[in-house]
């Protein structure tokens, strides 16, 4: 198994920080790795305390008396200087649990209002988003959206537009658009879903 030798902080910024970790690899080399992570310290790595605390949630509600429309954002994202797809998300404030941050990033994106749903912990609990760049981890919140969809919340430097869309237009988003790969997966089974039981596959407490 490799080896951290030591974690530099390479910058000092609010949401995300880059590191540059010393490592020996099984064979002895000796190099360097290159991590981005929403830790603000070296200490509060995940290399370092070996806890999965959430760092981020995504929010996978549907809404419309039939639950047959799923709620989704078309955000302008720097890094592909372009639109791309995703379940309504946000990171987690200090001392906040990932579920009351999932009801609060839906009300700041959306302005929809989310009634989420007790699943087990398997279904929810916080997974590695891109692992070979990032320690990085959310949760996942799932649950029935009510309201009336609006932009009140959102912050100045977001450019986001709200979707509602039903399987037909779920369908053209996954062959036309740019989506995010977490999203994809859950739109895939949103297809598949009987029609007003899309969280039928969740074991619901």
Excluded: W
Aim: net charge negative; aromatic share 12%.
């Amino acid at each position: 198994m490799g080896l951290i030798r030591k974690i530099t902080q390479e910058t000092r910024y609010k949401f995300l920080n880059f590191f540059t970790m010393d490592v020996t690899h099984k064979s002895g080399r000796e190099s360097k790795y290159y991590v981005a992570s929403r830790a603000r310290e070296v200490d509060q790595m995940k290399a370092v305390t070996h806890e999965n605390t959430a760092d981020g949630v995504i929010i996978y509600s549907v809404y419309g008396e039939n639950r047959d429309q799923v709620v989704l954002i078309r955000q302008y994202r720097y890094p592909i200087d372009g639109y791309i797809y995703e379940f309504p998300a946000g990171l987690v404030e200090q001392g906040e649990d990932f579920k009351e941050a999932g009801v609060r990033e839906l009300k700041e994106e959306t302005g929809l209002t989310l009634e989420p749903i007790d699943v087990e912990d398997m279904y929810s609990k916080p997974y590695f988003t891109t692992i070979g760049m990032t320690d990085e981890s959310c949760g996942t919140v799932y649950g029935y959206a009510k309201g009336i969809p609006n932009m009140d919340g959102q912050e100045d430097s977001e450019e986001i537009e709200i979707v509602l869309a039903d399987k037909k237009e779920v369908k053209r988003i996954l062959k036309e658009e740019n989506v995010a790969i977490m999203c994809a997966y859950m739109l895939m089974h949103f297809l598949e879903s009987e029609d007003g039981h899309p969280f039928d596959f969740l074991n619901e407490k």
